[in-house]
């Protein structure tokens, strides 16, 4: 029984490994868009100061990379401590209760998330259904770009059923030690 135990808890840790470093690897990507923004902006800047030639796409293109980064990095920030948080209330709280206010927020957080998967899916899957367009100069199709909300809450809301998953064994764990 206990070997049946601890492979399930092997495949479990495989599992959470593997998201966490699909999402390290969305971050990643996410840095050199960021790069790719920086070059694309500045060439914009040069192209209408030095030689008075802006160009029409820049802005849309890195509107749409912003919505890249931000998105696609929201699920390694989380357990890499980038969201925001406030923990002047519970600073001086004892572990066990920490643990049980994070397992509690982490399932508002997620159940918030969630939602906003649902809702981002049903955005996307509307903008290709009936192609929607964006307005301006380049006339994009949008449902590539909603599809990086899709993605970007799938995992952060991975990643806060990860954490639900860890501080729950911590708090069994220091649970059945002090029994």
Known sequence: ?????????????????????????????????????????????AMRYLFNAPTTWSFEVNRYMLILVVFIGS?????AGGHVSVDIFTENLPKRKKILLDIVTSFMAGTYILIFLIQSIMFTYDAWEHDVRSTEYLAWPLWPIRLFLV?????????????????????????????
């Open 75 to 79: 699920g390694w920030a989380l357990p």
């Open 1 to 45: 029984m206990e070997h049946v135990i601890v492979n399930e808890r092997t495949m479990v840790n495989r599992i959470i490994n593997g998201i966490s470093s699909f999402n390290e690897k969305l971050a990643e990507a996410a840095g050199w868009v960021v790069v790719i923004m920086m070059l694309t902006i500045s060439y914009d800047v």
């Open 151 to 179: 993605i970007g809450a799938a995992t952060l809301l991975l990643e806060f059923i990860i954490r639900i998953i860890k501080n729950s064994t911590t708090l069994f764990t220091t649970t059945e030690q002090n029994s």
